[in-house]
């Protein structure tokens, strides 16, 4: 099995929370690494994995999206780490590629001539939706599912959602969104999609802190949320929640799901 190569970068999906959801690869770059630098949601245990020798630096970041290690930074370590010889792990929260600002790290390397690999990890939404035995797709009610961001203000500027696609497909899953959960429901009422439609929220996923509440979308557009929720959270917009288990508890108020 591959180990980490000198001056080479490794961008590491370390998946959802478990820490043994990260893949056998991604484990062993990971094991082999003369440096990682790692993201802020990290499991600890995951990290004892390095060698005892290795170098971690962490340039995790506040809010689980807005930068306190500028991203210019990490990039710039990235390359310096890798052009001084070194094998370099940069361990990033569930995979790479998806909302994890990975495609600007992999851009920085190919244009610094830097050789990278990217190692795929469980995304928070895959992670979710199992530790919560809820499918992402089902073949009565859910032929797609879209992975979105609810980092921007529904209303405003940034935000680059179509809502009529959106509230016409009815599957979604928002990462980020815990500010602009409740906008982002009424959002999608306001665009046609039914208020009797299933959601969920589902907080510190596949850890034993998970928890999960089980919705309408009603109820979310009515400030419904996690009392006290302070960890990373996904929003399920769908008819796939009622198949959690083949069961609907229209308010399941604040169940603990233990993780699996
Ligand atoms: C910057 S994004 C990074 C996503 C990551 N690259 C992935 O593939 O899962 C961070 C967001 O992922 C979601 N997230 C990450 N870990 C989670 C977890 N254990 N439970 C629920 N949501 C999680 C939250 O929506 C959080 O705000």
Redesign the pocket.
Same mark, same amino acid.
């Not at 990033?92 to 790479?96: E, L």
């Given at each position: 099995m591959k180990a980490a190569q000198a001056g080479w970068v490794y961008l590491v999906?370390a998946g959802? +929370?478990a820490a043994d959801l990260i893949t056998v690869r991604g484990l062993r770059i990971l094991r082999t690494a003369d440096v990682v630098l790692h993201d802020a949601?990290i499991p600890r245990e995951l990290l004892e994995e390095a060698r005892p020798d290795a170098e971690i630096l962490s340039v995790g970041k506040r809010g689980?999206?807005l930068g306190s290690t500028r991203q210019e930074a990490i990039q710039e370590a990235l390359i310096r780490l890798a052009r001084s010889g070194r094998s370099v792990c940069r361990l %990033?929260?569930?995979?790479?590629y998806?909302? +994890?600002r990975g495609g600007e790290e992999a851009e920085a390397l190919a244009q610094a001539g830097v050789p990278f690999e990217v190692v795929p990890?469980i995304?928070?939404a895959t +992670?979710?939706c199992a530790a919560a035995q809820i499918p992402l797709t089902h073949r009565a009610v859910g032929p797609a599912v879209v992975l979105a961001t609810g980092h921007h203000d529904p209303e405003g500027p940034d935000c680059k959602l179509d809502w009529d696609a959106l509230a016409r497909l009815g599957n979604v899953i928002f990462?980020?969104?815990s500010r602009y959960r409740t906008a982002i429901a009424r959002r999608l009422i306001e665009h046609g999609l039914p208020p009797t439609t299933a959601a969920a929220v589902?907080? %510190?996923?596949?850890?034993p802190e998970q928890r999960i509440v089980v919705a309408t979308l009603a109820e979310i557009a009515d400030d419904l949320t996690l009392p006290g929720e302070v960890?990373?959270?996904?929003f399920l917009v769908g008819e796939c929640v009622r198949h959690r288990q083949g069961l609907y508890r229209p308010w399941e108020s604040f169940a603990e799901v233990t993780a699996p």
């Open positions: 999906g959802p +929370g949601l689980y999206c %990033k929260g569930g995979d790479p998806v909302f +994890g990890g995304t928070a +992670g979710a990462y980020m969104a589902i907080e %510190k996923a596949t850890t960890g990373p959270s996904l």
